[in-house]
């Protein structure tokens, strides 16, 4: 069964440095691979994904991730932090090892907080 | 263009009640799915309809729980009775479906209901 790991339940970085949130996944064909952003009393919104091809992924907001196979990796990253990025963060993986549907799966979420 | 559309966004009410929750998916989108979302378990897929079916409801946590589609723009999710333990914020998300030439398309949110159960 796949699954996805979101090891740190925080983040804290300072307006303006880079941040990285750091998600490792768990399948047993290709993955296809998502992240999400949630702000307080909203739902999730998708922020960019990965399927195939190129290993940087470019999404929105200025956010992109990278995909590492060997170390089954789609850690998500931003140049320069703004404080109106804090929020929490879901990575989400679907197996595509299987035929028939297989459910989206989402990690424990990592609160990103960005400091003036 | 309309996201998707939840009401009520709030519901409190005591244990043993009936509860409706209620989503309107974005036009056009043929899957759509129900969440719960809790501090304890994180985010849950309940269940998931393609073109109006249901097609996977191994999550839905016991028969109190059920959902319907009765058509592309409306779907509900019931709770009877209801518990304590119920309670959660409940999403709806929408989708254009899985695999196509660009892979799953990504899952559309709506802005959830947050039910208490006293």
């Known amino acids: 069964a796949q699954s996805v790991a979101q090891p740190e339940d925080q983040v804290n970085v300072a307006e303006g440095n880079p941040l990285t949130v750091k998600c490792t996944y768990s399948v047993s064909g290709n993955p296809y691979l998502f992240w999400y952003v949630q702000y307080p009393n909203r739902g999730l919104q998708f922020l960019l994904k990965?399927?195939?091809?190129?290993?940087l992924v470019k999404g929105s907001y200025g956010f992109e991730a990278e995909f590492n196979k060997s170390q089954t990796s789609f850690h998500l990253k931003k140049p320069s932090a703004l404080v109106s990025d804090s929020a929490l963060y879901f990575c989400?993986?679907?197996?595509?090892?299987?035929?028939?549907?297989?459910?989206?799966?989402f990690g424990t979420g990592t609160r990103l907080l960005v400091s003036p | 263009d309309a996201g998707v559309i939840q009401s009520p966004r709030h519901e409190v009410t005591e244990m043993g009640q009936e509860v409706t929750l209620r989503c309107k998916p974005i036009?056009?989108?043929?899957?759509l799915f129900w969440y719960r979302q809790t501090m304890m378990r994180g985010l849950e897929l309940l269940i998931y309809f393609n073109n109006n079916v249901p097609i996977d409801d191994s999550g839905m946590p016991e028969d109190r729980f059920s959902a319907k589609m009765p058509n592309a723009s409306f779907s509900t999710l019931k709770i009877q009775p209801s518990e304590p333990r119920d309670s959660a914020v409940y999403f709806c998300?929408?989708?254009?479906?899985?695999?196509?030439?660009?892979?799953?398309?990504?899952?559309?949110f709506g802005d959830g209901t947050r039910l208490s159960i006293l």
């Open positions: 989400a993986v679907r197996d595509t090892g299987y035929t028939g549907f297989q459910k989206l799966v």
């Open positions: 990965y399927i195939t091809g190129d290993n």
């Open positions: 998300a929408s989708s254009l479906g899985f695999a196509g030439p660009n892979g799953d398309q990504p899952q559309h």
């Open positions: 036009s056009g989108h043929n899957s």
